[in-house]
């Protein structure tokens, strides 16, 4: 017997490893093993489910409805899109990015200067609170907080009654003159549904961006200032540029978290169409799949322009 | 002349922790001055005042006689080098050199030169085009002295400038940063906790303890003649001794600090002295109780009857000791340097 053998008998306490011991050792050795084991699910999930049925969705807006029987035809064409281009659903596309991007642009305005505090300043119990503050809202449920909105942006709301109390009523009823944005109350015009987005994504854009100012070090910064950069060069050199791919993530959930939202127009809002609204009134009601199918590939191309331009400005250097 | 950098009893508090108690501190123009301390001593916080990336709780700072309790870090004619030398990862190489010109507005063409110059000056042309990510930890130290020296400050203050490097990189880089100062004249201020590295880098070290400046000289002084235990220990380590309880005609009371290297043990081959007393050294015998290779040389702790002795002994005499052997011990009583400062 070699006396290596020896001491590592005496090391497992001279027993034969067990099923367990032995389990581990294999999987110790063979790496591979454990990555296809613990990969393996998720990838067929992702690959079938995930990939799969975003597949199915593309196919179907190929097809075409038949006008008389109202059954799709399954016959590849580009007439869906081709309907997808008249007025009427290019207003909605329109409305909906156009929504969409306001509400990312000045939900990372809102989120950048919170995210910034809580990253820098804020310490021990204070970042707590921040964590907390900002995570509270997720923790009732989404038509909660859309029907809470609902009542305080109506007439006879919170908002409403604390606007006249304090003698702003007639900025209020020059907002909701105003053409397009107006409308005969806050719940009833764009502003709304713009208010009840932003609070709904804001978490999303601020967490993001926190975690990518945490990243950036101290002496970043400071290097900046001692090299001559004014507080505001240095933001705009330096701090920002280290932060974008943290905004731009923020920014990929509240851009498409708004695109694809249906409930939230819904309730607060103009009787107007997004996105979101058209697919679900034609895949149900109009049983228009196909259509319903060209709608839900509007957000995906929209994004995939975003990212591209994202990279294409830098957005990602820093990571 | 005035000084280039003046610390005027100046302190900083945080919380119930005095980081700086009251430091005077000049430093001289065309001067490396090292602080040197272990951690938590106050030398980074001092340094951070003179930046102005922290303020004085008391007291105030003076860069080349103008006080600077309102001039932010972009105003001073001072420059950084970070201890995590803080280079722009989203920039590359030419860029990080050239911001400090960048912000203050000057051409791409005029910066540029600028910059390739400096980068020059640290031996690191034709990197303009690579990413700090991609540049070991030597260059990027060499990156971010270049980002330092480009805009011309006229104090560069290097927090822990060779931390961070390996040994032998550490010993080229420390010869490199002399003959930079002394070509380029500017006033060089670096922290370290490295004994080593202040005393073959600097024209003068202030000690730092606790927050307090306990010696301010020349490395020679520094090393010969400490003024205080702390000092002793701390720069080369010493063998502090109360000359009361030596119990030897010919040394007075008070404390003093005698270097592991002016201790001989048994005795040398070929030491011709014989056993008299004429050569007035002080005798004793020593119980080895420890020996501690350290390549070039040895490290011996020795228990006298009263006192215990570290004695760093050349590997070439070294050969032979061994723990538990009595052996003679002995120096000159003029090696024993007499401590004066208070406490």
Not at chain 1, 96 to 123: K, S
Not at chain 1, 193 to 204: A, E, G, H, N, Q
């Amino acid at each position: 017997m070699v006396p290596g053998a020896t001491a590592a008998s005496a090391l497992a306490g001279a027993r034969e490893p067990g099923f367990w011991t032995r389990l581990s050792d294999l999987l110790y050795r063979r790496g591979g093993l454990v990555l296809a084991l613990l990969l393996g699910p998720p990838l067929l999930w992702i690959g079938v489910i995930y990939l799969g049925s975003l597949f199915a969705l593309l196919l179907q807006s190929f097809f075409s409805i038949d006008e008389f029987s109202g059954m799709v035809k399954y016959q590849l064409t580009l007439k869906t899109y081709g309907e997808l281009l008249n007025q009427a659903n290019l207003d909605i596309i329109l409305r909906t990015v156009v929504m969409a991007a306001l509400v990312t642009l000045v939900g990372g305005c809102i989120a950048f200067p919170i995210a910034y505090f809580a990253a820098r300043y804020a310490r021990g119990r204070v970042k707590a609170g921040f964590y907390i503050a900002v995570m509270l809202p997720l923790w009732s449920s989404y038509l909660v907080r859309v029907y809470a909105w609902k009542l305080i942006l109506a007439k006879e709301g919170a908002l409403t009654w604390g606007i006249d109390r304090v003698g702003l009523t007639p900025l209020l009823d020059a907002l909701l003159s105003l053409p397009v944005i107006g409308g005969p109350s806050l719940s009833f015009s764009y502003m709304g549904t713009f208010l009840v987005f932003l609070y709904l994504w804001l978490p999303f854009m601020i967490l993001p961006t926190q975690a990518a100012l945490e990243r950036v070090p101290a002496s970043m910064i400071e290097a900046a200032g001692d090299l001559g950069a004014r507080p505001g060069q240095a933001f705009r050199t330096v701090i920002l540029p280290l932060a974008l791919p943290g905004v731009v993530a923020g920014s990929i959930f509240t851009f498409s978290l708004t695109l694809g939202d249906y409930i939230t127009p819904q309730i607060v809002g103009t009787s107007r169409l997004f996105i979101g609204q058209a697919v679900y009134i034609h895949q149900g009601t109009a049983g228009n799949i196909p259509l319903a199918a060209a709608f839900s590939v509007v957000p995906i191309l929209v994004m995939a322009v975003y990212l591209t331009i994202a990279r294409k400005l830098g957005a990602f250097d820093a990571l | 002349m005035v000084a280039a950098v003046h610390l005027v009893r100046t302190s900083r508090r945080f919380g119930a922790t005095l980081a700086l108690d009251a430091i005077e501190l000049e430093i001289a123009e065309g001067e490396f001055f090292g602080l040197l301390g272990p951690s938590g001593s106050g030398k980074t916080t001092c340094l951070r005042l003179i930046a102005g990336f922290d303020h004085p709780t008391s007291g105030h700072v003076e860069i080349f006689g103008q006080r600077c309790e309102d001039l932010p870090p972009y105003r001073r004619p001072v420059s950084t080098v970070f201890q995590d030398y803080a280079l722009f990862p989203h920039m590359t190489v030419l860029d990080n050199v050239a911001y400090g010109l960048m912000v203050r507005g000057i051409g791409k063409a005029e910066r540029y030169t600028a910059a390739r110059e400096a980068l020059a000056l640290v031996k690191l042309a034709g990197f303009d085009a690579r990413r700090p990510s991609e540049l070991s930890g030597g260059q990027r130290q060499r990156v971010a002295l270049a980002r330092s020296l480009v805009t011309r400050p006229k104090v560069l203050l290097l927090d822990e400038p060779l931390g961070a490097l390996d040994l032998k990189l550490r010993e080229e880089m420390q010869v490199e940063l002399k003959a930079l100062q002394k070509r380029l004249g500017i006033t060089f201020v670096f922290v370290t906790h490295d004994q080593g590295e202040a005393l073959s880098m600097s024209d003068r070290i202030a000690v730092f303890d606790h927050g307090r400046v306990m010696q301010v000289g020349s490395p020679e002084a520094i090393y010969e003649r400490p003024e205080v235990p702390f000092v002793a220990d701390f720069v080369g380590g010493s063998n502090l001794i109360d000359g009361a309880g030596l119990g030897h005609a010919g040394v007075e009371p008070g404390r003093y600090s005698l270097r592991p290297e002016k201790i001989v043990l048994g005795r040398p081959a070929g030491d011709g002295a014989g056993d008299g007393a004429a050569d007035g050294a002080i005798r004793a015998e020593g119980r080895i109780k420890a020996i501690l290779y350290q390549g070039g040389q040895h490290r011996v702790t020795v228990a006298l009857p009263a006192i215990e002795l570290t004695v760093l002994v050349p590997a070439a005499e070294a050969r032979g000791l061994t723990v538990g052997e009595t052996l003679p011990v002995s120096w000159r009583p003029e090696d024993m340097h007499r401590m004066t400062g208070a406490a």
